[in-house]
């Protein structure tokens, strides 16, 4: 039985291949913007899944493909606040550990900077 | 059909006109009738905080802009309380005497000892936290709250300015009020306060408006004041596309100070001074890179108020300023530095100027319309010379680098533009902010200010309008 190429399947055909295609410059990037936030502190040990955690958090906060319109550098800063790096004195030699969204409107009252007592 | 009377109309709801309502309640008769009309909706914080992408900028339609700069300012119940950073310094008494004592701008018609009193009611009110032991200002009384804590570069400049470096007055609390408000945590976006810190209208004198002698109109667009020879006998306003009128024996503009005159001009009260000198201060931020000292550790946004260049001789020849430091949830992107870098912003005073004005609207578009050409050589003097005045000020710290940005394009404190004074001639209100022509109307607000001091103006707006209230009853 021969499959004849109709309209319909030559459109959902494209479609398919459309999202295929966008799924995969969406996950590529994605992957890139891991890699250059785990380069960026290179010299720092990142719990495995960090970088990921923060990522999703951002941009479901954010909204979908913020984090890469978003500038480098303060997207690096951001995810370092997001650690637990400064809940003690910074210590490089320490593996750093995603805590939470550094974000005023995600987590209202979450400040490593700040002291209260 | 006969117009509903009231014994007050206030038009607005912001702190001019809810302080001046908190002071008249108190004294008035247990079955007077006061009527508010609020241009704005009644904003739940929760939702505020939910749509503020949708409110930030909706201000802008309510007027013409003819400047190079902006005016920010919140529509809504409550108004400005709903988007202000609760920054609650006092006036220097020489702010009040600025003519006097520098030969510039212009003296008020009272002082900061007719003031104190309601000063410290509106920190009552305000439940604001301050250094009540160490403060630039004189004080009857302490701070409801205890200050909060400086950073750490804060406390260099402390030790290096003892008598010019202060923990910032706020009401944004140290510690959860009296009222259920809770401690500031420093989240830095007090535009919209995520945990509904620091005070506000709605949530620090809402119970004002639920007191059965007052009714609120929300989204009740105050049109003009009636007036009868030099009595005013009410208000037209709009509302849902209809206009209505209510007869009121006392009258209170509470708006800003671009829509106070422009009511006074299409009510014909106009005279030279009404409308004239719109002004703001004007601030600059500076950022400043530190070498090997951290700059952490505060418990809130603003921590300190620097007054190194602020009161003294200079300001014969330019602008006093006011510094605050801030203490942001942000670090250095550079290795091991992370807390080496602050920010600041200077504050300075301007002077009001008869080119800059808020002018009428027309029949084909009636909002109000600002003209504002420039700053003052005063002001721009201070701004000129900030680069040796930025390394003058920080010179007790290790800094590295600053980098001064341009002025911000509105400090949300529009002042000016319908003044308090003694001469009919040259001023709109009295001392008490009564209308110098119409004895029956009131001008509260920002628009009252004969000059615009570095220190943020609405704990000053606040104690005016309690004293107003009280003078009224007084009298």
């Given amino acids: ?117 | 059909m006969t117009s509903p009377r009231y014994d007050l109309i206030l038009v607005g709801s912001s702190f001019a006109s809810s302080m001046f309502l908190y002071e008249y309640l108190r004294h008035a008769k247990p079955d007077a009738r006061v009527l508010v009309l609020e241009r704005g909706a009644l904003e739940e914080h929760r939702w505020q905080v939910e749509h503020r992408h949708e409110v930030h900028g909706r201000h802008k339609s309510s007027f013409v802009n003819r400047s190079p700069k902006g005016w920010f300012f919140r529509l809504a119940f409550g108004g400005a309380s709903n988007c202000w950073w609760a920054c609650v310094p006092r006036m220097l008494p020489e702010d009040f005497e600025l003519e006097t004592r520098y030969g510039v701008g212009a003296d008020w018609p009272l002082g900061y000892d007719e003031l104190e009193e309601y000063y410290c009611l509106a920190e009552e009110i305000m439940e604001v936290s301050g250094p009540s032991a160490d403060s630039p200002f004189p004080r009857s009384r302490p701070y409801p709250q205890e200050p909060h804590k400086l950073s750490t570069t804060d406390e260099v400049l402390k030790a290096a300015y003892p008598d010019r470096f202060f923990v910032q007055p706020t009401a944004r609390p140290r510690r959860t009020t009296a009222s259920g408000r809770l401690s500031c945590c420093a989240n830095g976006v007090c535009h919209h306060c995520p945990i509904d810190s620091k005070f506000s209208i709605l949530n620090g004198m809402r119970e004002l408006y639920d007191d059965p002698r007052v009714e609120i109109q929300l989204l009740a667009r105050a049109e003009t004041v009636d007036v009868a020879g030099s009595h005013a006998t009410g208000v037209h306003y709009l509302q849902g596309g209809a206009g209505r009128f209510a007869r009121g024996d006392v009258i209170g503009l509470g708006a800003n100070a671009l829509f106070n005159p422009h009511l006074l001009m299409r009510s014909g009260l106009d005279g030279p001074a009404v409308g004239e000198g719109l002004v703001e201060q004007v601030s600059v931020s500076v950022n400043v890179n530190l070498d090997g000292l951290d700059n952490l550790l505060g418990s809130t946004v603003i921590t300190g108020h620097g007054y190194m260049v602020y009161p003294g001789e200079h300001r014969k020849q330019r602008a006093a300023g006011l510094i605050e430091t801030f203490n942001y949830m942000s670090v250095r992107d550079v290795r091991g530095r992370w807390h080496q870098r602050m920010a600041l912003k200077f504050i300075f005073e301007d002077l009001r100027q008869a080119k800059n004005r808020v002018l009428p609207g027309d029949d084909k578009d009636p909002r109000p319309r600002t003209l504002f050409r420039s700053r003052s050589a005063y002001a721009m003097a201070a701004i000129d010379a900030l680069d040796e005045t930025v390394d003058d000020v920080l010179s007790p710290l290790p800094v590295e680098d600053v980098t001064i940005k341009s002025p911000n394009e509105s400090e949300s404190h529009i002042l000016g533009t319908a003044i308090m004074g003694n001469d009919p001639e040259t001023s709109v209100v009295d001392r008490d902010l009564i209308h110098h022509r119409v004895r029956n109307l009131l001008v509260l607000g920002g628009s009252a200010f004969p000059t615009a001091a570095p220190a943020n103006p609405t704990l000053t707006i606040s104690a005016l309008s309690l004293r107003a209230a009280r003078e009224m009853f007084g009298s």
């Fill in chain 1, 1 to 117: 039985m021969s499959m004849r190429m109709t309209r319909r399947r030559f459109l959902e055909g494209t479609l398919a291949l459309v999202c295929v295609g966008g799924g995969y410059v969406f996950w590529n990037r994605r992957q890139r913007l891991r890699k250059q936030i785990r380069e960026h502190f290179s010299y720092l040990q990142l719990e495995r899944g960090a970088v990921r955690s923060f990522l999703r958090d951002y941009e479901q906060a954010n909204g979908l493909g913020s984090a890469q319109t978003a500038g480098h550098s303060g997207l690096a800063r951001k995810f370092l606040l997001s650690t637990d790096f400064f809940h003690f004195d910074p210590d490089e030699s320490r593996t750093i550990r995603y805590s939470r969204l550094a974000d005023p409107f995600v987590n209202p009252c979450y400040n490593p900077l700040a002291s209260f007592r």
